[in-house]
């Protein structure tokens, strides 16, 4: 049980999962020991890097959800992974441990025999996906090696193939660079990146928007973002008053501590951005030792914030373009007398950052709004929709925030409910054959960038 308990610690801790990986790339390309070294611990500090910036925003975005709840009168469901998970932990937690170990598996058997090339590295979505996976298919009725399996299966089955469904739209993001998207709200990306070359037409990149001189400052990063979020702050402080904002200001100025919040989170911005560079620096060349020694033509798929450097306007856009379809999704569902689905900041900004930035890829700046925007209506109505399937689990009040959770939870509830177990092996029936018949029609790789595509 203990070394069961310490490679699931392990495996839920993507540092130290990319710096396995980095390693085990060098080594098989025969690098000497201090490359090894350093290439190793570059991905692990600069993921630590980037979930520190990361903690950082999710701290300051807190306190801009409770001014607005309370500012504005709101009253709902926030959608957050972090809470359904710590909630399903007290229940199922050896079920979601032993899942995530044999997803992993999965994962790196599909990759290595078939034409799915993807391995996942984004550790802590893969445990919350194991999380869904063993409350929904043990409500169904599979227990011990039969969920185990199962639930492992489709977790390293989904962990390839979503990479590999908007790997084209990837490689736009990231002009070639051989990285594949590894987190679980990709089909809210590919989504948005499809809207965008409908929409965006001759519509200019979020990154060429023309600037006057006597406002160039807003070409720094740090500083757009910074004005952009106090500004953000203060309307959400206002609305709430001062007296409710010292609640959360522990005895700072409640207009100061709106300023400051905003402050911060431009920090934990910036943060990111130089995590996600730390990364690319030294996991792109150490797994191409995993690409041609281990499992031939693999591809890292890496967490969403990696992609936000790539169009780091397309990241401010996106995330208000989600918030305003978040709230207008919100109201929808208050007029049809659904559940009140408040939008979570967290998720908004995180998944709509990264709609925009595939939209912004495919269609520019319209791309980057509409796209980002539908991706915030479906971050309203999919919750929704998994919210009566988790409550019938007894974890009433509660939802997992982002698409790819929403639409696995909702199809694979809704099966086990018409079908029970029948159905659930019928699905995995046809991941199977998804899995295997790309390589029996096509048995080649064929190139991606010079490369190999699936």
């Given at each position: 049980m203990f070394v069961l308990e310490f490679?699931?610690?392990?495996?839920?801790?993507?540092?130290?999962?990319?710096?396995?990986?980095?390693?085990?790339?060098?080594?098989?390309?025969?690098?000497?020991?201090?490359?090894?070294?350093?290439?190793?611990?570059?991905?692990?500090?600069?993921?630590?890097?980037?979930?520190?910036?990361?903690?950082?925003?999710?701290?300051?975005?807190?306190?801009?959800?409770?001014?607005?709840?309370?500012?504005?009168?709101?009253?709902?469901?926030?959608?957050?992974?972090?809470?359904?998970?710590?909630?399903?932990?007290?229940?199922?937690?050896?079920?979601?441990?032993?899942?995530?170990?044999?997803?992993?598996?999965?994962?790196?058997?599909?990759?290595?025999?078939?034409?799915?090339?993807?391995v996942f590295l984004t550790g802590h979505h893969s445990f919350f996906m194991a999380c869904l996976l063993s409350a929904v298919l043990g409500a169904i009725g599979l227990s011990g090696w039969q969920l185990i399996l199962v639930g492992g299966f489709f977790l390293g089955a989904w962990s390839a193939i979503s990479p590999a469904i908007g790997q084209k739209y990837t490689l736009e993001v990231t002009d070639g660079d051989e990285v594949a998207m590894g987190h679980f709200g990709s089909v809210g990306y590919y989504l948005s990146a499809a809207i965008g070359k409908v929409v965006g037409k001759n519509s200019k990149s979020t990154e060429d928007i023309k600037v006057p001189e006597k406002w160039s400052f807003l070409r720094n990063t740090t500083i757009s973002t910074a004005l952009t979020m106090v500004i953000f702050y203060l309307v959400s402080a206002i609305a709430a008053g001062p007296d409710f904002v010292s609640t959360l200001a522990d005895g700072k100025s409640p207009y100061l501590y709106a300023i400051m919040c905003g402050l911060q989170f431009a920090v934990g911005v910036t943060v990111v951005y130089a995590g996600v560079r730390m990364i690319l620096a030294d996991l792109i060349p150490a797994f191409q030792g995993i690409a041609t020694k281990v499992i031939p033509?693999?591809?890292?798929?890496?967490?969403?914030?990696?992609?936000?450097?790539?169009?780091?306007?397309?990241?401010?856009?996106?995330?208000?373009?989600?918030?305003?379809?978040?709230?207008?999704?919100?109201?929808?569902?208050?007029?049809?007398?659904?559940?009140?689905?408040?939008?979570?900041?967290?998720?908004?900004?995180?998944?709509?950052?990264?709609?925009?930035?595939?939209?912004?890829?495919?269609?520019?700046?319209?791309?980057?709004?509409?796209?980002?925007?539908?991706?915030?209506?479906?971050?309203?109505?999919?919750?929704?929709?998994?919210?009566?399937?988790?409550?019938?689990?007894?974890?009433?009040?509660?939802?997992?925030?982002?698409?790819?959770?929403?639409?696995?939870?909702?199809?694979?509830?809704?099966?086990?409910?018409?079908?029970?177990?029948?159905?659930?092996?019928?699905?995995?029936?046809?991941?199977?054959?998804?899995?295997?018949?790309?390589?029996?029609?096509?048995?080649?790789?064929?190139?991606?960038?010079?490369?190999?595509?699936?």
């Open positions: 490679f699931k610690d392990v495996l839920s801790e993507p540092a130290i999962l990319m710096g396995l990986i980095a390693m085990v790339g060098l080594i098989a390309l025969k690098s000497p020991g201090h490359k090894i070294l350093t290439g190793t611990l570059g991905p692990i500090l600069g993921y630590l890097m980037l979930s520190a910036g990361a903690n950082v925003i999710s701290s300051n975005l807190d306190p801009l959800a409770k001014m607005i709840e309370f500012g504005f009168n709101i009253k709902g469901v926030v959608p957050n992974n972090e809470a359904v998970t710590s909630v399903a932990q007290e229940v199922l937690g050896v079920e979601t441990m032993t899942i995530l170990i044999f997803g992993l598996i999965f994962n790196v058997l599909i990759a290595r025999f078939t034409r799915y090339k993807y033509n693999a591809v890292p798929a890496v967490d969403c914030a990696v992609f936000f450097p790539y169009a780091p306007t397309a990241v401010i856009l996106g995330f208000v373009s989600s918030f305003v379809g978040g709230l207008i999704g919100m109201f929808v569902l208050g007029a049809i007398g659904g559940v009140l689905i408040i939008p979570g900041l967290v998720p908004h900004f995180f998944c709509g950052a990264t709609a925009g930035v595939y939209g912004n890829a495919t269609g520019g700046r319209r791309g980057a709004v509409v796209g980002a925007f539908v991706n915030g209506l479906a971050l309203a109505f999919l919750p929704a929709l998994l919210l009566p399937v988790l409550g019938n689990l007894g974890f009433g009040n509660t939802t997992f925030g982002d698409v790819d959770f929403a639409i696995i939870g909702i199809l694979l509830g809704k099966l086990g409910e018409w079908l029970g177990t029948v159905g659930i092996y019928g699905i995995v029936a046809v991941v199977l054959v998804v899995l295997i018949l790309p390589s029996i029609l096509k048995p080649a790789p064929y190139a991606i960038n010079n490369k190999t595509e699936d």
